[in-house]
């Protein structure tokens, strides 16, 4: 084989040993870029939760500052009371003791309405008169009694159906319901009705 120095061979020889390198630069630059643009991201992403917990610990030190205004109020009610402790113990006391004797007194009295109110609830939503109430009349009757409870009692209304349904819908069943109100010694998670001190 003949070499033939041509022209065309040396510039096209020269042109590959400078294209290839400016190749290689530009590729290297172009992985520079994206590397540069995900760390970009990634640096955003970051920005934004350190905003947010900027943001949450803000909200903390709102929180903070009010309870310690809260904890000075605190401090001189109770350097009020050390003032006034001595003189008024006894009387705080015969006043608590008269206020849980009135209390105990109001919630005899509720009871009482509301025996009262479920009884002629009962007689006034039995319209058909059999005196089993249907699911609609013991609907009827959880909507009036919730009605009656003004903030003074929290009726557990689920509960109340389950009890009138499981003892028959009867007469029988609205008297368990009216022991269930008047026994003291009901366990909560039994206690229909559940009053507010």
């Not at 120095?5 to 290297?28: D, E, K, M, N, R």
Request: aromatic share 4%; net charge negative.
């Amino acid at each position: 084989m003949a070499v033939e120095s041509h022209p065309i061979v040396y510039v096209s020889g020269a042109l590959g040993a400078i294209v290839a390198p400016l190749t290689f630069l530009q590729q290297t630059k172009l992985t520079q870029v994206e590397a540069l643009s995900q760390v970009n991201e990634k640096m955003d992403v970051e920005v934004n939760t350190l905003k947010q917990e900027n943001i949450r610990l803000a909200n903390q030190v709102t929180t903070l500052e009010s309870s310690v205004v809260h904890l000075q109020e605190m401090s001189q009610t109770l350097e009020t009371i050390r003032a006034v402790e001595g003189q008024s113990i006894d009387t705080l006391e015969q006043q608590l003791k008269d206020s849980e004797t009135i209390l105990g007194t109001m919630q005899d009295n509720l009871r009482g309405d509301i025996i009262q109110t479920i009884i002629t609830f009962v007689f006034a939503i039995n319209r058909d008169g059999d005196m089993f109430l249907s699911d609609d009349e013991i609907g009827t009757l959880i909507i009036k009694i919730e009605e009656m409870a003004g903030g003074q009692f929290d009726l557990k209304d689920d509960l109340l159906r389950q009890k009138l349904c499981e003892n028959g819908r009867s007469l029988t069943a609205i008297l368990d319901l009216v022991r269930n109100l008047l026994d003291d010694d009901t366990p909560p998670e039994e206690s229909i009705f559940a009053f507010i001190q």
